[in-house]
């Protein structure tokens, strides 16, 4: 345990539907054990035990999510897995925590963790956790955590890094949406970009502050709900005032309009870090990250089966735990078997996965949604 | 009803692994129903119908398939499904119906059927077969059914025609064995070529005549199984004698000999049929037969699901009765899913089946064969 106080705020309010059919609007990525035994949440809880217990997190998510969530996290006390009454994106939510954790611990370092990644190396993670807490504690400091590109990944943000600040610390020039193709390319060339994890850590305080300066109307909106907690009204304001608030990222929100002030005085720091991170973006990302975990066959194949045979076959993905499958000449496909339904699909149109619940939405298949 | 007596005998011992993983040893193609809502099997003796009553249809099978077969065909008496005590090919099969026909009605005509074909026009087929059973009942002829060759097909036996013998009637010259690439187009080509379609009609006396011709070792074997027949020793003297048979094709060890005395002497004739014939050898043929029947999309897919959704997906053959089936950009596969296993293959691939099913039996898993 660190000596600063630390919670660890984790945001698991996702509805991913990109790892259909797996995942379900109430059993979205996070709570599915995509990648080993345990599931995404979980892994995300258990590899900050060294830095915080159980009983230091705090969880928002969605009603839909709430009661598999408490089952999966042993020790995170049932007041801590909050419940958005509307998804309303990651401002409103990393705010409410940093108003509610200003109230309640008024010195604590929160980190803002997505419920739904991977990271190989876990003790490099800590190590960076670490340095980003002291970075935090330190003053009205604002660390993000930035991923060293290995390719011109077209999907994610970019953090544009400037000067260096201290060994291992650089200063943040500015964030970026998502770069096109050609952007994408030049950012990888030029070095000092990275992508924008979604991890941050900065005090309760400087959290909260940052809301009020970067987002004048939300914040007298979540300072209404705090003002509530542990009150038996707390769940009726919380569900009049919380949908009212903007539905916009912390990134867009707060973090581009802070870097405008300038490296220098915006004070957002990125460390950039290497630990073997994934998001998991798609089947296609998750038999990659497999691959790389050395869990695939000689040929590239990952086999999720009650046994195999792979003839002629390789860089497949197969998912089907109770049923023993065949292969013959099958290159690069995804196939998906759950109870109800089937996914099929080259590696490389996984990340369609979505037109296939969105087809579902419209033919009022609720059932498989 | 024809006024000559005809007994329909269907071959229905095959133990097919084609059609894995829906069909096992106990469970073979003609007893799945793979095109439509009865099995193989019971279209077989459906559309003989207006010929023969299921009372005067005869099945050879194997102990592994007969309670399955009895439950399937209604009005067929028990003692007319004869389990063979051992697999021995066509001849032993045919030559013991011929001798047990013809010691109970010493003039009817066989059609001996195999019970795992589709024919598609069956007023077509029954005209033919009608034909063929007053040109064998009006001597010792021996009449073949020849299809139509549509393609250069290395898969099947052709017969070679010679003179006309009648309208509609040809003399045989010859059979050959399944022919290479380069004589399979020759065949095609030069038009007096046929497919064996492995149906033939004959009296009873007539096949028990060629069989004590041609198969002189066999032919009293089969007698001391028909001297049996109907005492309480019977399935004794079966078990021990049948398995003596040579293990030889009627069109090996009956046909071809024949055709060597020439066309005028053989009594060998060939009806050229036209009746949408397929024998369906792989899950890609049956894709095939699918698609000329119109099951499939306008994309030529084809999908026996509960409920689909084929994106930017063409020519596919989907099998899974309980499940939603979703499929992205992918072209031209087998996706076979049954209680226990799921194949994966290009439609191209799909006749190497039988390798998953050797691999199976050396891996010891009984419960998947």
Redesign the interface.
């Known amino acids: 345990m660190t000596d600063i106080g630390f919670h660890p705020i984790v945001l698991a309010g996702g509805s991913g539907t990109r790892f259909?059919?797996r995942s379900r609007k109430a059993r979205a990525k996070q709570v599915l054990a995509l990648d080993g035994e345990r599931t995404m949440i979980q892994r995300t809880v258990d590899r900050l035990g060294p830095l915080a217990a159980p009983e230091e997190v705090w969880v928002i998510t969605n009603s839909l999510l709430s009661d598999t969530i408490c089952a999966q996290l042993d020790g995170i006390p049932e007041g801590q897995v909050v419940c958005e009454p509307a998804a309303r994106n990651t401002a409103p939510a990393a705010g409410l925590a940093a108003f509610l954790l200003e109230r309640l611990f008024p010195d604590t370092v929160l980190g803002i963790f997505p419920s739904d990644h991977v990271i190989a190396d876990e003790p490099a993670f800590l190590a960076v956790i670490e340095k980003a807490i002291q970075l935090a504690a330190a003053g009205e400091n604002i660390v993000v955590l930035g991923i060293q590109p290995t390719r011109a990944e077209t999907g994610y943000g970019y953090i544009e890094t400037g000067s260096v600040y201290a060994d291992g610390v650089l200063r943040v020039k500015r964030f970026t949406e998502k770069p096109n193709q050609e952007r994408a390319e030049a950012f990888l060339a030029a070095g000092n970009y990275f992508w924008n994890s979604g991890m941050f850590v900065w005090s309760a305080r400087t959290l909260a502050n940052a809301v009020r300066e970067h987002l004048p109307e939300m914040a007298p909106l979540l300072e209404q709900i705090v003002a509530a907690w542990g009150t038996p009204e707390f769940r009726q304001v919380f569900a009049e005032v919380y949908p009212k608030c903007e539905n916009i990222s912390i990134d867009y929100a707060v973090l581009e309009p802070r870097s405008a002030k300038g490296e220098q005085k915006s004070n957002l720091y990125c460390l950039p870090a290497h630990f073997g991170w994934n998001d998991l973006g798609s089947w296609a990302a998750l038999h990659e990250h497999q691959v790389e975990q050395k869990i695939a066959d000689e040929h590239g194949n990952v086999a999720e089966c009650?046994?195999s045979?792979m003839?002629?076959s390789e860089g497949n993905y197969?998912f089907?735990p109770?049923?023993?499958?065949?292969?013959?000449?099958?290159k690069d496909?995804v196939?998906v078997?759950t109870e109800?339904?089937?996914?099929?699909?080259?590696r490389d149109?996984?990340q369609?996965?979505g037109?296939?619940v969105k087809?579902?939405v419209e033919r009022g298949?609720k059932d498989?949604v």
Chains 1, 2 share one sequence.
Do not use: C, Q, Y
Request: hydrophobic content about 55%; aromatic content about 8%.
């Open positions: 259909w059919p009650a046994g045979f003839l002629n197969v089907s109770k049923k023993f499958v065949a292969m013959i000449g099958v496909l196939v078997e109800d339904a089937i996914l099929i699909t080259p149109h996984s369609e996965v037109k296939v087809e579902l298949r498989l």
